[in-house]
Nanobody, 115 residues
Framework: VQVAESGGGLVQPGGSLRLSCIASGFTFSTAVMTWYRQAPGKEREWVATITSDGATTLYTDSVKGRFTISRDNARNTVYLQMNSLKSEDTAVYYC?????????WGQGTQVTVSS
């Protein structure tokens, strides 16, 4: 059971990035998927969640209207489209799901917003 993030990088303020998280080892189509982030010197914080069927999405207030979480169950992949990026979005972004044996985290992907 694992998840693996990709798509991070360096982007200027106002720019966009799309993160991907590919899952394996479990039935992805039944899993709620969540993105978190951790900025330097800060605790990890919740960013967005999507239900197994993609019908419901939730966002932390600071990213509402700028970020979009989506999923492709045929590709076992969840995405985080990030637009209008700000310097305060700089963080390592993690994908997470919860299975019977506990939480499954990826290794994270670094997003740096800087001019």
């Amino acid at each position: 059971v694992q998840v693996a993030e990709s798509g991070g990088g360096l982007v200027q303020p106002g720019g966009s990035l799309r993160l991907s998280c590919i899952a394996s080892g479990f039935t992805f189509s039944t899993a709620v998927m969540t993105w978190y982030r951790q900025a330097p010197g800060k605790e990890r914080e919740w960013v967005a969640t999507i239900t197994s069927d993609g019908a419901t999405t939730l966002y932390t207030d600071s990213v509402k209207g700028r970020f979009t979480i989506s999923r492709d169950n045929a590709r076992n992949t969840v995405y985080l489209q990030m637009n209008s990026l700000k310097s305060e979005d700089t963080a390592v972004y993690y994908c997470k799901t919860t299975r019977t044996n506990g939480n499954v985290w990826g290794q994270g992907t670094q997003v740096t917003v800087s001019s």
